[in-house]
């Protein structure tokens, strides 16, 4: 999946979710999507076969590759960003009383950024596209309240921004009255949103709210990790005695095994992304640098499976593959109150143990 994907998408359907776990690339696409917006050409493009050319495939592809969306003719493009967070508002997204904060008296009507953005699309020759990450970690239903059906590609205003007929209005506080209005979407403001499934710790969306929305799903994509750390895919990855390349290669692969098991457990959208192993860099390029690279992404990979499965230690001991003799983790039966309880244990876990953990996770 690239921006040039997501933008055409955007251009068809006028609002575009990206789903998928942490770690499988949304805040890079959204930072991609962005970019390719306001300048008009992909981040990275992929050359195209021209047999009748000089030279039939160009070393670098034509500059104006996103032209052809309408959205791109538009002379004047403009990103609007936000985050939803627990205490996002009506008002902070369109349009509400809120009081002066000049140190005068009195209340004020708050431009949000919905709305800041929609009026930029509404100018002659322009366009907007407003990027919203966390979806579903604020009261996403609170914060677009009566303008959630509006926002469909088919109840926005003519293509001059006056109404259609299938247009479909809201009220708003007026910022330049204070009147209540009708208010409406431009079909130049395109929405584009995040959202991080794999978090247990908010509630859904709502179905009539998420149908509004086309869905784009990102799954974890391990070729990145090959082609940073330079994995040779096909090598055999020794007991002991590992190479800087084994170690990258182990630790890849478990990721692998690992999300194989969410799948089957949780489900596809819960796996850990690729991101991992791609947010940060090594320290340095000896064997030890390494080790303590995958040792500190191994903290994030056990939060993720903590959190998916609440810290039952069956599940996890399952995950974990704890029946591996040469596995660093191990469930024990114990008794609390005169009942049997299960209690997942473990050596320590450091540059010395590390790469067993990675490769006990890799037995059958």
Not at 48 to 58: K, S
Not at 169 to 185: C, L, R
Request: contains cysteine.
């Amino acid at each position: 999946m690239n921006e040039r994907e997501v933008l055409q998408n955007l251009q068809a359907k006028k609002n575009v979710l990206l789903m998928g776990a942490p770690g499988t690339g949304k805040s890079k696409l959204m930072n991609d999507v962005a970019r390719a917006f306001e300048r008009g050409i992909e981040i990275n493009p992929t050359p195209t076969h021209n047999p009748g050319a000089a030279i039939p495939i160009p070393a670098i592809p034509d500059a104006n590759t996103l032209g052809t969306l309408p959205m791109m003719q538009r002379a004047h493009r403009k990103v609007f960003r936000t985050t939803l967070h627990q205490n996002s508002k009506f008002r902070d997204f369109l349009t509400g009383i809120t009081p002066r904060f000049d140190g005068s008296e009195g209340y004020q009507i708050s431009e949000g950024i919905l709305y800041r953005a929609n009026e930029f699309a509404k100018q002659p020759d322009s366009a907007a596209l407003l990027i919203i990450d966390e979806l579903n970690r604020g009261p996403a239903i609170e914060v677009f309240g009566g303008s959630i059906v509006t926002i469909e590609a088919d109840k926005r205003l003519g293509d001059d921004n006056t109404p259609a007929a299938n247009t479909q209005f809201f009220e708003i506080v007026s910022p330049d009255t204070g009147d209540y209005i009708e208010y409406a979407f431009s079909p130049h403001l395109y929405i584009l949103a995040a959202m991080n499934q794999a978090d247990v710790s908010v509630a859904p969306l709502d179905v009539a709210f998420m149908r509004r929305w086309m869905s784009m799903m990102l799954e974890p994509n391990y070729s990145p990790i090959y082609d940073k750390f330079g994995i040779v895919a096909t090598a055999d990855i020794p007991v002991e005695n590992p190479s800087i390349q084994d170690v990258y290669h182990v630790a890849a692969k478990a990721l692998e095994a690992i999300n194989k098991k969410i799948v089957v457990g949780r489900g596809a959208e819960y796996q850990l992304g690729q991101g991992v192993f791609l947010s940060t860099s090594p320290s340095g390029n000896t064997l030890n640098d390494a080790l303590k690279f995958v040792t500190d992404a191994w903290a994030m990979i056990y939060a993720h499976i903590e959190e998916l499965f609440f810290g039952e230690p069956i599940a996890m001991a399952y995950v974990l593959n704890a029946d591996s003799d040469s596995s660093p983790y191990s469930l024990q039966e114990v008794t609390f109150a005169g009942e049997a309880k299960f209690v997942l244990s473990h050596t320590e876990i450091n540059c010395d143990t590390i790469f067993g953990l990675y490769r006990s996770l890799l037995e059958e």
